[in-house]
């Protein structure tokens, strides 16, 4: 019974420790490009174009960003948050 109870008291350490661990997660997870790449082939049907990111880094984008940010800042002024 002790045993089991140490075990499971181990496993936790080992998860807690890969949870905090850099090198863990590097290995582990995909390069930031990569994943956009795969969101973009899959919008591609969706939206008739392939989006990337130097569309979202354009004048066009930027105007997005600013009109996007602009309702955000109205939404929560009329919802008493400043």
Same mark, same amino acid.
């Given at each position: 019974? $002790? ?7 181990? @496993?936790?350490?080992? =998860?807690?420790? /890969?949870?905090?661990? !850099? ?10 490009? $990569? ?7 899959? @919008?591609?049907?969706? =939206?008739?174009? /392939?989006?990337?990111? !130097? ?28």
């Amino acid at each position: 019974m $002790e045993a089991t109870r140490q075990h499971k008291i181990n @496993a936790k350490r080992t =998860l807690l420790t /890969k949870k905090y661990n !850099k090198e863990f997660w590097a290995k582990n997870m995909k390069p930031l490009g $990569e994943i956009e790449e795969e969101l973009a082939t899959k @919008a591609e049907p969706v =939206l008739g174009f /392939k989006p990337s990111s !130097k569309f979202k880094r354009g004048p066009i984008g930027i105007l997005i960003y600013v009109l996007c940010g602009i309702v955000a800042f109205i939404s929560m002024r009329s919802a008493g948050v400043f």
